[in-house]
């Protein structure tokens, strides 16, 4: 077998653009795969807990969100190599995507979200009669 | 001084680029020194009392999470896997995937068999108390 790939440290994106939320915002790495019958998007947002998460669905575009806590004041910074904050995140939709199925789950600071694809309408035979 | 009339003599530009060479090796030096760059990136807090290290490993099973002391030295090692069905296409994929290895050097006054580790919402947070003869202590009066 392959030597294990050694998991690299990459740096937290930063938006800049938010102004009007408070506190830094960051954008979670995702992977997003097709199946059959489905679209997953899978978001790592470590910190976050399951309240703080906020989904959206406007207008074929997907907001994700979520609210991270930051420390108890009583621990000092010793030394940083990254900084704690929010996620956000949007993305626009195909519109295959059954957008009232759309279910989410969050484990381990990972979300999954399942977005349905919509069932195409069944070939129908049209028959063809003689006068 | 022979030498720095040498220095002197010299192109300024090559003298620029032999400054940005040194600067660059100590900053190269000093990142090695600190371990940044290995996963998980980490952030150690302190509290009087103890030391927290802290790091955002989401999605790990804490079955294959494993951290040793020895010392004053604290050894995170684990596997972020992940489990995609037969047949998906990827549209993205950001999210890193693999073995690490990362070992964090604590000041001495570290008690590393009372080290205890919480895994939270992908975050692992490592308390690392501080043997008592090093904390703090009012000094009672008479």
Redesign the interface.
């Given at each position: 077998m392959n030597e294990?790939?050694?998991?690299?440290?990459?740096e937290k994106k930063e938006l800049k653009e938010e102004s009007t939320h408070e506190g830094p915002h960051f954008t979670p790495?995702?992977?997003?795969?097709?199946?059959?019958t489905a679209?997953?998007l899978?978001a790592?947002?470590?910190?976050?807990?399951n309240d703080g998460i906020e989904l959206d669905v406007k207008d074929s575009v997907l907001t994700l969100r979520a609210k991270v806590n930051p420390?108890e004041t009583?621990?000092?910074?010793?030394?940083?190599?990254?900084d704690?904050g929010h996620y956000a995140r949007e993305f626009r939709l195909g519109h295959v995507i059954d957008q009232n199925r759309i279910s989410a789950q969050v484990?381990?600071?990972?979300l999954t979200l399942t977005l349905p694809k919509v069932e195409r309408a069944l070939p129908r035979k049209i028959s063809v009669t003689m006068e | 001084m022979p030498r720095a009339r040498w220095w002197w003599g010299a192109d300024p530009l090559e003298m620029l680029n032999e400054m940005r060479r040194v600067h660059e090796d100590l900053r190269q030096t000093s990142r090695e020194f600190?371990g940044?760059?290995?996963?998980?990136?980490?952030?150690?807090?302190?509290?009087?009392e103890s030391?927290?290290i802290r790091a955002?490993?989401?999605?790990?099973d804490k079955n294959k999470l494993e951290i040793t002391t020895k010392g004053s030295e604290v050894t995170i090692r684990g596997?972020?896997t992940?489990a995609?069905?037969e047949?998906?296409?990827?549209?993205?994929?950001?999210?890193?995937?693999?073995?690490?290895h990362r070992v964090v050097s604590l000041p001495d006054d570290v008690e590393g068999n009372k080290v205890a580790a919480s895994?939270r919402?992908?975050?692992l947070e490592v308390m690392c108390p501080r043997a008592i003869a090093s904390m703090p202590r009012k000094v009672t009066i008479s």
């Open positions: 294990k790939q050694e998991l690299q440290v990459r790495d995702v992977d997003i795969f097709e199946t059959e679209l997953v899978i790592d947002i470590p910190g976050a807990t420390m009583r621990w000092k910074t010793a030394y940083a190599e990254y704690v484990r381990d600071g990972v | 600190a940044a760059g290995v996963y998980p990136a980490v952030n150690i807090y302190d509290d009087g030391y927290m955002e490993v989401p999605g790990i596997e972020r992940c995609t069905p047949g998906a296409a990827f549209h993205r994929r950001e999210r890193g995937m693999g073995v690490f895994y919402n992908g975050v």
